[in-house]
């Protein structure tokens, strides 16, 4: 009667011990897994409103899409945007914070002339492309854009 009770507590403390490990496992790849994240809208106006942030290094890039305005004006395809240190720490948390199922449920859903535009980066390469109608967007989405944008 004392083995099974040995090995019915081994058994139980190594399926407890799993599935710990791999909680922590899969956490910790979804973090790594995104490097550097776009996101962009494309509503009202003829330009799209595009931003890049670097997730390491906490940094937020403008992007200006217009190739022939930037060799009229001289100005940089991406440049560094001027946020504040309290506001960078909220859009951070903000990404932190992203519900990527609700997305990936609505991922190509496009219907009419206003749309977002997410894009998730590893080494540089596109690792996902997500192209959300603005009715469909998760609200977590909507609220970190528009912190970018300054609303």
Do not use: C
């Not at 956490?27 to 390491?56: A, C, P, V, W």
């Amino acid at each position: 009667m004392h083995i099974f009770e040995n090995s019915n507590k081994m058994k139980i403390l190594s399926i407890i011990s799993i599935l710990t490990l791999n909680y922590f496992n899969s956490f910790s790849q979804t973090k790594e897994r995104i490097e550097k994240m776009t996101i962009s809208y494309n509503g009202d106006s003829l330009i799209t409103q595009k931003y890049e942030l670097i997730i390491h290094s906490k940094k937020v890039y403008v992007i200006t899409p217009v190739i022939n305005y930037l060799h009229i004006k001289r100005g940089k395809y991406k440049r560094r945007a001027k946020i504040k240190k309290d506001r960078r720490e909220k859009i951070f948390s903000l990404v932190n914070k992203l519900q990527w199922t609700y997305l990936e449920q609505n991922k190509n859903k496009v219907m009419g002339d206003r749309f977002y535009v997410v894009e998730t980066f590893y080494t540089d390469n596109l690792i996902d492309n997500y192209k959300v109608s603005e009715e469909f967007l998760p609200s977590d989405f909507k609220m970190l854009f528009d912190n970018l944008n300054g609303k």
